[in-house]
Every structure is written in C-alpha cells, then in structure tokens.
C-alpha cells in the first residue's frame, strides 16, 4: 500500500531552513551583522587577589598533623586537661552564633 500527498511538516521546515541557512557573506555585512572574532575575560584585582586566596587554601592540608601529633602525645602521657567551663562557653557560644545567624 502506498500512502501519497502526505506532507512531513518536519521535513519541509528542515529542508526551508537548509535552503536559507546559506547566507551570503556579503549580505551580512550589507545588513550589518558583525561576529565576534575573540571573547576575553579580565578579572578585577579584587578577583584576582581571591582566585590567589582561594588557591593557597587548596593547597593547605585538611589536618593539622602537627597539632594531632602533640594532643595525641598529651592524651598518651597523661598531660592532656580539659577545662570544663572552657568547653561550655564554646558551645554557649556557637549555639548563640548559629541563632543569631
């Protein structure tokens, strides 16, 4: 069976846009199109001075072994107090902090 006269409404639109698709280079300029040979970003000294910042936090070690090391030889020894009213103001602190915030 053979189905005729039936049109792709898809097909035509992509055939229309094939056929004036092709421009003329020469009319572009006639209608005054301009394209854009090169994009450049300049970033600010502001931006700059935290893209540097940003890059030596990367860099920094996410744990301090030193600092582990010394608590680690406190808690071994013996030699390692806590304060219990430093802690409390800490946390009284931060839980002030979180609402304020």
Known sequence: MKVSGIRNPVSEIIQQYQANGQT??????????????????????????????RKAIDNLPDVRTEKVEDLRNQIEQGTY???????????I?????????
């Open 24 to 53: 003329n280079p020469e009319s572009d300029k006639q209608a005054g199109v301009n394209t854009v040979q090169e994009e450049k970003v300049s970033l600010s000294t502001k931006g700059r001075d935290i893209q540097q910042a």
């Open 81 to 91: 107090h806590v304060n219990g009213e430093d802690i409390a103001e800490k946390m």
């Open 93 to 101: 602190g931060e839980s002030l902090i979180d609402i304020i915030a």
